[in-house]
């Protein structure tokens, strides 16, 4: 067994007093830290894959923990890091993070001060655990060495376990662990608290901050010194990235003085990330690359060393005409500007992708029919959306076609065409039996469930996209399974304790406004910001002025080819009552408006008389009411007695809902806006 990091009475800290400080030390989530109980718990873990004591379980961040650790292959008895770099690959490293060393120098000093006879070492590691700089009580430094917590050395969470430093990158969250609650057994006489650092540039973690001493070190407050040293690194990289930025900018506008006006440029950093760039390059970018769009802190090309290959701009994809420069000072190499010329390339996923692929990305746009700027917008979004990993929220009202969004977002992140699309309707099955159809189960995990058990649709999206679809309606009680197996990119089947691994993309769609949702306690406010953090709103039909024709045009000879009947056409005065319509039922109310008619028309010129009658009652949005089209003669009053029915539809909503407009709008599914604006009109005519 490793020896406790502290042995020394001189250095030894008194023992904590009870009362308000153990309260103190309760985990964020209301469970209490009970030594034995804890370690009761890691052995039942171990055995039977549970973590159940008799002295209450363990939080739920080193559980998640443990599973992963136990899912990476950890070896539970380990006595801490068995992976370290060599000397040389620690030089590496300290060069590469030569602005994170820096940016820590001053903390460190401070830190050293206080820490210099606390029993308590702090070290900085990079963004995978290996650890680059280390201080603190000497004699715990000294002591770490047997656990090799030292320079060099991996503590990421699949070397070593649930860790101060490795779980904290993982959740990208400040983390506690204190003594039993590490997964390997060598390590249990140890406490850590470990803090991420991040790229002031893109957000990213770079690294972590760790406090770590004996087991009885743990306080409160010490968790606030954690994210405070993070803190203050993370302002001194950003006022590095200053000076950084200013310099590179001013070098790369001396180097293009006399030539290279009419191009973009893009200036990256040593490590070929792109901290600038001018509007003319971000525009040549997306064109060249439909979808992708360039982003500060994104790393374009690994410079490696000092040496200029004269080719490095072909190693980006997707950008013709262009060329790279070094920016030198002093003589030494600081950055590169790229300039970028015209192009004309088509887009990335089309390009790299398999034949399949390309099959499938052409029929999902399509699918999607409009040419209104509003539509086209959003379709952009979405196959720009579909170049990452994070989930996507689409949403928009009933019927304008999310779904086939959906299948977008997945045909543009095709590479062989073979990635699976699942779709499911959180709203069509009962809250007992939606967990098994998404989760899966196990074997007689409950009455009704098979005997051989069954996948849920996350395993079988696995390598794909799943497109839950009305997920405002998934049960608050289910909700924590969904944001864990997106935290974790596990899941597990309800009856198993074993979590299976998965990798899916997925797109959620809701005709609600699932902000106010979760601000009322209707929808878990940590699953919105999860699955909201890409959202992608369809514009209603209403609103995409020029694309209804095109839509009954579409439907119309889709409708004939399926039922082998001729197109029907439509007389001028019922077109421009249809471009007129609000269409509340969005593409939907289109589709069944055309099939209806081309069914039941007793000819195929359908005038305003061949409308089917609830059509007519309903009709909300009619501009120019007193009139029709130019060379109609039965138009007017046409129109006119739809205005009228509008008119009393109006009045009978206004009623049902007590005079409350916000509700009245809501019912007849138009803005109060709108609403307000009809009002007006029939108060001026009467």
């Known amino acids: 067994m490793t020896k406790p990091p502290l042995q020394r009475h001189s250095t030894a800290l008194p023992s904590r007093p009870n009362g308000d400080e153990d309260a103190a030390d309760h985990a964020a989530d209301g469970t209490s830290y009970d030594a034995s109980a804890t370690m009761k718990a ?85 963004q995978r655990g290996v650890i680059i700089e280390t201080a603190g009580d000497p004699h715990i430094v000294d002591a770490a060495h047997d656990i090799r917590l030292e320079i060099g050395a991996n503590w990421g969470e699949t070397v070593t376990g649930t860790n101060g430093i490795g779980t904290a990158l993982v959740t990208g969250k400040p983390v506690y662990v204190r003594a039993a609650e590490h997964f390997c057994e060598g390590v249990k006489s140890w406490t850590c608290i470990g803090a991420p650092i991040r790229n002031p540039l893109d957000g990213s973690v770079i690294g972590v901050v760790d406090f770590s001493g004996p087991q009885d070190m743990f306080r409160r407050h010490n968790i606030a010194l954690g994210m405070m040293a993070a803190s203050h690194i993370e302002l001194a990289l950003a006022d590095q990235l200053r000076v950084e930025r200013m310099r590179l900018l001013e070098l790369c506008l001396s180097r293009l003085q006399g030539g290279g006006r009419g191009d973009g440029f893009v200036i990256l950093d040593r490590q070929g990330r792109v901290i600038h760039h001018s509007d003319t390059a971000a525009a040549r970018w997306r064109h060249a690359n439909p979808g992708a769009e360039l982003r500060l802190g994104e790393q374009l090309v690994d410079f490696k060393g000092d040496n200029w290959p004269d080719n490095i701009a072909s190693d980006i994809p997707g950008i013709d005409a262009q060329r790279m420069e070094p920016l030198m000072q002093d003589g030494a190499f600081s950055g590169a500007v790229l300039l970028l010329g015209p192009t004309g390339h088509p887009s990335p996923a089309v390009r790299a992708g398999t034949g399949a692929a390309r099959v499938a990305l052409k029929a999902a746009r399509e699918a999607i029919v409009g040419e209104s700027a509003v539509l086209v917008e ?17 949403e928009g009202e009933t019927g304008v076609g999310k779904e086939l969004f959906a299948r977008l977002i997945h045909a543009a992140g095709l590479t062989t065409g073979k990635e699976p699309f699942v779709t499911f309707n959180c709203g069509a099955v009962s809250k007992e039996l939606l967990g098994g ?15 051989e058990g069954r996948a849920g649709r996350f395993e079988i999206a696995d390598s794909g996209v799943l497109s839950l679809d009305e997920i405002g309606e998934m049960p608050l009680e289910l909700q924590p399974y969904l944001l864990r197996i997106l935290e974790e990119n596990a899941v597990y089947r309800i009856g198993e304790a ?20 979760a601000a009322e306690g209707r929808f878990r406010k940590d699953l ?29 000879h889709q409708v004939a080819e399926a039922h082998g009947t001729e197109p029907l056409r439509f007389q001028p005065a019922v077109l421009d009552l249809l471009e007129r319509y609000e269409w509340p039922g969005n593409i939907r109310e289109v589709r069944n ?11 195929r010129t359908v005038g305003i008389d061949d409308l089917p009658e609830d ?33 009393r539809l109006i009045e009978r909503t206004l009623v049902a809902s007590g005079g409350n407009t916000s509700i009245a709008a809501d019912r007849l599914g138009i803005s109060r806006s709108t609403l307000y604006r009809k009002l007006q009109q029939y108060r001026a005519k009467h």
């Open 615 to 647: 059509f007519v009652e309903e009709v909300q949005h009619l501009r120019d009411a007193g009139g029709g089209p130019a060379g109609t003669s039965d138009g007017g009053d046409e129109i006119a007695r739809i205005d009228e029915a509008e008119r």
């Open 593 to 603: 408006l055309v099939e209806s008619m081309s069914l039941m028309a007793t000819g």
């Open 42 to 126: 890691w052995e039942n873990f171990l055995d039977q894959g549970r973590p159940v004591a008799p002295g209450g379980l363990v939080r739920s961040v080193i559980e998640r923990s443990w599973q992963r650790s136990a899912v990476s292959g950890v070896d539970p008895r380990g006595r801490g890091s068995d992976l370290i770099v060599s000397a040389d690959e620690v030089d590496g490293l300290r060069r590469h993070h030569g602005g994170l060393l820096q940016a820590a120098g001053k903390t460190f000093e401070r830190l050293a001060d206080i820490l210099g006879e606390t029993a308590t070492m702090v070290v900085i590691t990079d």
């Open 498 to 517: 074993r979590p299976r691994p998965i990798n899916v993309r997925l797109v959620a769609s809701t005709n609600r406004n699932l902000k106010v949702e």
């Open 378 to 394: 959003a379709i952009e979004r979405a196959e720009r959306a579909a170049q990452g990993r994070s989930a996507i929220l689409l």
């Open 437 to 451: 159809e998404l989760f899966g189960h196990a074997p007689g995990a409950f009455t009704g469930a098979t005997r």
């Open 528 to 556: 919105y910001f999860r699955i909201g953090a890409v959202k992608i709103t369809i514009p209603p039909l209403r609103n995409r002025h020029g694309d209804i024709s095109l839509l009954i045009h579409h439907f119309n």
